[in-house]
């Protein structure tokens, strides 16, 4: 059987997280569970799980709740992926996970299968949206054509190469996944990197991440 993938829960309602963890099948395995932002924050920078589903609303922490989680887990958001999972459908709590960095939206009336069918999703690298929050994000990041300008100039100040290693980085490939692809060394992954994050004036990869998610560059 092919390894798999490690998944965190986070949620505050431990009936919830068991059942979950029953739900799922035995492609994914269960590492760890967090029911505050604390200690979600704690868990996933210890375990750095594939997959982690994260609840919107949480206790703790400065009060952001599951968006506070994913702006303290930033630097691991190339390789951990996260995956909302919520009792809520309101516009705002989607957009707002989204824009801090999460992968997809889910709401809880979600079947074990298709939070499953998710979890591979969103570790492979896609989007993915429970149907009726699909227009929230649509609406929310859909470029207007000033917006299209605007990315267009600032694309323009990259080279060709730079254009690669960005949209690689954003997709959260590792400096030495990128060397592979681009059969370049690691430490020219690093040189092009510094100049992408200086020319569209970014101090993170997350930042990055998340204006060429917007922009749908990705």
Not at 107 to 113: D, I, L, P
């Amino acid at each position: 059987m092919a390894e798999r993938l490690t998944v965190v829960i986070v949620d505050d309602h431990s009936i919830y997280r068991s059942g979950l963890r029953a739900d799922l099948d035995d492609s994914v395995v269960v590492v760890g569970e967090a029911a505050d932002v604390d200690s979600a924050v704690a868990l996933i920078a210890e375990l750095v799980p594939d997959v982690v589903l994260l609840d919107v609303h949480l206790p703790g922490g400065a009060g952001g709740g599951g968006t506070e989680v994913l702006r303290r887990s930033a630097g691991l958001l190339g390789v951990t992926k996260i995956l909302a999972l919520s009792v809520s459908d309101s516009a705002e709590d989607v957009v707002g996970v989204i824009r801090a960095g999460a992968r997809g939206y889910l709401t809880k009336g979600s079947s074990g299968a298709e939070v499953t069918r998710s979890i591979h999703a969103v570790a492979a690298g896609d989007a993915v949206f429970s149907p009726r929050l699909a227009g929230f994000v649509l609406d929310a990041f859909g470029a207007v054509a000033g917006e299209q300008a605007e990315t267009s100039e600032e694309l323009d100040r990259l080279s060709a190469r730079e254009l690669q290693v960005m949209r690689l980085i954003a997709r959260g490939y590792a400096y030495k996944e990128v060397a592979a692809n681009l059969f370049i060394s690691i430490k020219t992954v690093e040189t092009h990197v510094s100049a992408v994050l200086r020319k569209l004036q970014f101090s993170s990869r997350h930042e990055l991440t998340a204006w060429a998610l917007e922009r749908k560059l990705l």
